[in-house]
């Protein structure tokens, strides 16, 4: 199985940058998808960005132009840019392994973008 631990989330003014980082162990090579969720208070969680094993990403439009999804062996990063109020959320790295239909959360990150 695979395990995903979160770090980098915090406050921030609007305007400003964060860089989230994802660690993700155990059993990594099966793992086709990596990427960035994020759940806003009384919203639905919805997807920031991913990236797959042959290098190609997606973004929400939300945050095209402002985010940056990249991956490092073991790690996925999201970079994040001109930050607004609206990005503030809990953001949850994620896992997707093709053999067995896996998917694998993160704990969460708290991001919070001060206006």
């Known amino acids: 199985q695979v395990q995903l631990v979160e770090s980098g989330g915090g406050l921030v003014q609007a305007g400003g940058s964060l860089r989230l980082s994802c660690v993700a162990s155990?059993?990594?090579?099966?793992?086709?998808?990596m990427g960035w969720y994020r759940q806003a208070p009384g919203k639905q969680r919805e997807l920031v960005a991913t990236t797959i094993s042959s290098g190609s990403t997606n973004y929400a439009d939300s945050v095209k132009g402002r985010f940056t999804i990249s991956r490092d062996n073991t790690k996925v990063y999201l970079q994040m840019n001109s930050l607004k109020p609206e990005d503030t959320a809990v953001y949850y790295c994620?896992?997707?392994?093709?053999?067995?239909?896996?998917?694998?959360w993160g704990q969460g990150t708290q991001v919070t973008v001060s206006s």
């Open positions: 155990g059993s990594i090579f099966n793992i086709n998808i």
């Open positions: 994620y896992a997707f392994e093709m053999v067995g239909l896996r998917h694998t």
